[in-house]
């Protein structure tokens, strides 16, 4: 196993602090950013095979640039 960095997250304590309950509602914020409009998947379900990785990620980009304009196209409708 390698480790990489150094940085550790404090052991959980009995006791609630203030600056955790913080922590983890702005990591649950920024969670639910990234799907801001529910269920709207940006990959299909499906099995896929593919002969480079770079076949993949070009599937991968075009499947998240039709998600952004999905995204885009509903906020200029509840914007209009």
Same mark, same amino acid.
């Given at each position: 196993?390698?480790?990489?960095?150094?940085?550790?997250?404090?052991?959980?304590?009995?006791?609630?602090?203030?600056?955790?309950?913080?922590?983890?509602?702005?990591?649950?914020?920024?969670? &639910?950013?990234?799907?801001?409009?529910?269920? %709207?998947?940006? @990959?299909?379900?499906? #099995?896929?095979?593919?002969?480079?990785?770079?076949?993949?990620?070009?599937? &991968?980009?075009?499947?998240?640039?039709?998600? %952004?304009?999905? @995204?885009?196209?509903? #906020?200029?409708?509840?914007?209009?």
């Amino acid at each position: 196993m390698r480790i990489v960095g150094r940085k550790s997250e404090p052991l959980p304590t009995s006791a609630a602090s203030g600056e955790a309950l913080m922590r983890a509602s702005s990591f649950n914020e920024m969670m &639910q950013s990234t799907m801001p409009y529910g269920k %709207m998947g940006c @990959i299909p379900k499906g #099995i896929y095979r593919f002969k480079t990785h770079e076949e993949a990620n070009r599937q &991968q980009d075009e499947c998240l640039a039709k998600h %952004m304009a999905k @995204i885009q196209i509903k #906020i200029n409708k509840l914007n209009q």
